[in-house]
T-cell receptor, first 113, second 109 residues
Framework: DAGVIQSPRHEVTEMGQEVTLRCKPISGHNSLFWYRQTMMRGLELLIYFNNNVPIDDSGMPEDRFSAKMPNASFSTLKIQPSEPRDSAVYFC???????????FGPGTRLLVL | GQQVMQIPQYQHVQEGEDFTTYCNSSTTLSNIQWYKQRPGGHPVFLIQLVKSGEVKKQKRLTFQFGEAKKNSSLHITATQTTDVGTYFCAGPRGNQFYFGTGTSLTVIP
């Protein structure tokens, strides 16, 4: 199994630009999570999906952030417009069910200038 | 506010010394999971505890889940340089999932 796949691995963009992060969960997993990690705020859960349905999005910072899961094998996290304070490592993780072991992807390192 | 706190935030130990990190939740968790993140890497699952008072061991690592299912600990005996990283506890409550604040371990050779 290839594990959780995230793309791009690195992204450098300018303030105001749209950023789209992508995630392919492990096949057969029913839950998908998006996290953000910074030195200041640690590891934050942004949103998670069960069977492609968003369950808890209370961690999504503001309206500039949106996440979708159109099918069981693909999810996106979009930031529009991006701001320097969005600079962080964004992880995607998947699990058989949301309460169980999570498998993390390698992360996307985002730098907004 | 932060639901799951870990202490200490940072710990430096001499190789061979023991290490313990404590995880405290403001609410009861359905289970407790522990993850390890190496510098520059991603969190990797270590173990899951489900029962109140449960204790599990993995070689030099001992994990404990509190009786009230609100706290947990991870103890490493005789640390090695390969133990370096940040250790996170995590767990579900209701329909929410919480990660702890993490403990960063440095092992001095």
């Amino acid at each position: 199994d290839a594990g959780v796949i995230q793309s791009p691995r690195h992204e450098v963009t300018e303030m105001g630009q749209e950023v789209t992060l992508r995630c392919k969960p492990i096949s057969g997993h029913n839950s998908l999570f998006w996290y953000r990690q910074t030195m200041m705020r640690g590891l934050e859960l942004l949103i998670y999906f069960n069977n492609n349905v968003p369950i808890d999005d209370s961690g999504m910072p503001e309206d500039r952030f949106s996440a979708k899961m159109p099918n069981a094998s693909f999810s996106t996290l979009k930031i529009q417009p991006s701001e320097p304070r969005d600079s962080a490592v964004y992880f995607c993780a998947s699990s058989h069910w949301w309460q169980e072991t999570q498998y993390f992807g390698p992360g996307t390192r985002l730098l907004v200038l | 506010g932060q639901q799951v706190m870990q202490i200490p935030q940072y710990q430096h130990v001499q190789e061979g010394e023991d290490f313990t990190t404590y995880c405290n939740s403001s609410t009861t968790l359905s289970n407790i999971q522990w993850y390890k993140q190496r510098p520059g890497g991603h969190p990797v699952f270590l173990i899951q505890l489900v029962k109140s008072g449960e204790v599990k061991k993995q070689k030099r690592l001992t994990f404990q889940f509190g009786e009230a299912k609100k706290n947990s600990s991870l103890h490493i005996t005789a640390t090695q340089t390969t133990d370096v990283g940040t250790y996170f506890c995590a767990g579900p409550r209701g329909n929410q999932f919480y990660f702890g604040t993490g403990t960063s371990l440095t092992v001095i050779p």
